[in-house]
C-alpha cells in the first residue's frame, strides 16, 4: 500500500483479461449490476456469479464487521464501484468510437470486472483483514480514476494525461493485468 512500493504482479483469478473483454464487451452482455445485495442497505453483501469470470459469494457484513476493521470500506467501494461500472456499460453504447473516452471508460470497467474478481477471491479466504485492505486501497484508486473520467468525458473536456494524479499502473500491478493488453485488445475493438 502507500509507501509500500509496487505490489507483486498476482494472477488474476479469470485467467486474462481477454476473457472479460470477450464476454462482457466484444459480445455486448445485458447490462446489469453484480451485486443483488450491496451489504449497506441489506445484512449481507452479495456478489452475483459472473459465468466464466467468476463465482458468486454471499457475506454476512454485520458478522464480518466485528473480525475485521476494512469491511465498512470495502463496501461503500464495492457499491460504488458497481454502480460505475453499471453507468459506463449503459452509456458507453452511445459514444462514438472515435472519443478516446470510451476506450478509456471501458478500460476501467475491465478493471472493475477484475477488481470483483479479487475480491470475490479474497472474501471466499478472509483470515486476516490485510488483504481486503490491499483490495481497499487499490479499489479506491480505480473508483476514483473512473469518476474523474467519467466526469471529463461528460462535461466535454479534452483528455488530459498530464493532469497530476494518483497513478493508476500499480491497480494493473494488484490485479495481475497488463495495461498494454487490454489497449491492444480494445484497440482492435475500436
Not at 39 to 62: H, K, S
Not at 127 to 132: G, Y
Not at 148 to 156: G, I, K, M, V
Amino acid at each position: 500500500m502507500e509507501g509500500s512500493g509496487a505490489p507483486k504482479r498476482r494472477k488474476l483469478p479469470v485467467g486474462d483479461c481477454s476473457i472479460i473483454i470477450n464476454k462482457l464487451i466484444t459480445n455486448d452482455r445485458k447490462c446489469h449490476k453484480l451485486l443483488s445485495k450491496d451489504g449497506i442497505t441489506a445484512r449481507y453483501l452479495v456478489i452475483d456469479r459472473l459465468p466464466g469470470i467468476f463465482e458468486g459469494i454471499a457475506i454476512d457484513i454485520n458478522f464480518q464487521r466485528s473480525k475485521m476493521n476494512s469491511i465498512s470500506r470495502m463496501v461503500t467501494i464495492t457499491k460504488n464501484l458497481d454502480e460505475y461500472q453499471f453507468i459506463i456499460c449503459s452509456e458507453i453504447r452511445n459514444m462514438s468510437d472515435s472519443n478516446p473516452y470510451k476506450k478509456q471508460l471501458q478500460k476501467y470497467r475491465v478493471l472493475t470486472i477484475a477488481s470483483f474478481a479479487t475480491l470475490v477471491y479474497v472474501l471466499s479466504s478472509l483470515e486476516n483483514d490485510q488483504a481486503l485492505q490491499e483490495w481497499n486501497y487499490f479499489a479506491q484508486i480505480l473508483l476514483t480514476r473512473i469518476s474523474e473520467t467519467r466526469l471529463e468525458a461528460y462535461s466535454n473536456q479534452k483528455q488530459r494525461d498530464n493532469i497530476t494524479r494518483k497513478p493508476i499502473s500499480p491497480v494493473f500491478d494488484f490485479l495481475g493485468i497488463h495495461e498494454d493488453d487490454i489497449d491492444r485488445i480494445l484497440g482492435s475493438i475500436y
